[in-house]
């Protein structure tokens, strides 16, 4: 079973930031893609940033140009990070770290989240 672990959210000023991190524990065979998805009270989960394994990254319109993801699999274990720069109140939210890939020897396929993250932008 493959278990993700995330860290780094907190309380920040609008106009601050922050670096979320979510790395990965259990057999992992490969690797496709990597996500940061946030969630607001009663609405839907939406996809915020991604990178493919190859590198190549989507970002949310409203995160553009002030987010970056990135992803580490040069370890043991696979990591991806969520760089958030000139944060705005609107992007208060739980912030969940999803993965997807082949595990264990008989790779067998996974889609796995995080237990969340909270980002709160507030003066």
């Known amino acids: 079973q493959v278990r993700l672990e995330e860290s780094g959210g907190g309380l920040v000023q609008p106009g601050g930031s922050l670096r979320l991190s979510c790395t990965t524990s259990?057999?992992?065979?490969?690797?496709?893609?990597m996500a940061w998805y946030r969630q607001t009270p009663g609405k839907q989960r939406d996809l915020v940033a991604s990178?493919?394994?190859?590198?190549?990254?989507?970002?949310a319109d409203s995160v553009k140009g002030r987010f970056t993801i990135s992803r580490d699999n040069t370890k043991r274990t696979f990591s991806v990070y969520l760089q958030m720069n000139s944060l705005k109140p609107e992007d208060t939210a739980a912030y969940y770290c999803?993965?997807?890939?082949?595990?264990?020897?008989?790779?067998?396929?996974?889609?796995?989240w995080g237990q969340g993250t909270q980002v709160t932008v507030s003066s």
């Open positions: 999803n993965v997807e890939g082949l595990a264990g020897l008989s790779a067998t396929p996974f889609n796995s």
């Open positions: 259990g057999s992992i065979y490969s690797i496709n893609t």
């Open positions: 990178i493919g394994n190859g590198g190549v990254t989507t970002y």
